[in-house]
């Protein structure tokens, strides 16, 4: 099985500055968005699995390692999504990403241990996303916690998914939080 590419999308953005103070290196987002046909069937059906797993790393090999690339510097955030045009379902999205031959594509990619952030839902053409982002190798990392918004205008039509990666160069810009859990820790 093959998919079926209308377009691929890249974005990327950076930061130099933020409230007024500029960063000590810039803050680096890339997005790699693949706008296909969905390979599922406009009626229901029970296994979504096998599709899935027929085409999980060829869809990853589109965007992943692109992703990486865009960002061109070493990936310390990363997460997933999959925009489903309004003639399917969400779970057909949910398929295709939360599948590891996906996963396992861009986490490799990215040089990441931990399980990829994500999200999915179902919207008309030119609608958004938000995509979390957490650390490539702990997640409990408060500074690498961010979000980031991927949008094709002419995407996705009611029988097109668009899968996304995103990854980042940094944490969150002027990040300053306390670590995971020292809000409960007890006091010294």
Do not use: W
Request: charged share 20%.
């Amino acid at each position: 099985m093959n998919v079926t590419v209308r377009k691929i999308v890249e974005i990327v953005h950076e930061t130099g500055r933020e409230n007024g103070r500029p960063l000590q290196r810039p803050h680096r987002v890339a997005m790699v968005g693949a706008v296909i046909d969905t390979p599922y069937p406009a009626e229901y059906t029970e296994d979504l699995v096998t599709t899935a797993d027929a085409i999980g790393a060829e869809i990853g090999e589109l965007v992943g390692p692109r992703c990486v690339r865009a960002l061109g510097e070493d990936v310390e955030a990363f997460g997933k999504a999959a925009l489903v045009g309004t003639g399917g379902e969400v779970e057909h999205g949910s398929a295709l990403i939360h599948n590891l031959r996906f996963g396992n594509v861009f986490r490799d990619a990215a040089a990441g241990t931990e399980l990829l952030p994500a999200a999915e839902k179902i919207g008309p053409t030119g609608a958004a996303i938000d995509i979390p982002l957490k650390h490539k190798l702990d997640a409990k990392t408060r500074s690498h916690h961010q979000t980031v918004t991927f949008q094709v205008a002419d995407a996705p039509l009611p029988r097109e998914i668009v899968v996304v990666c995103a990854a980042s160069n940094t944490g969150r810009p002027l990040a300053r939080l306390a670590s995971f859990g020292a809000e409960v820790a007890p006091a010294s």
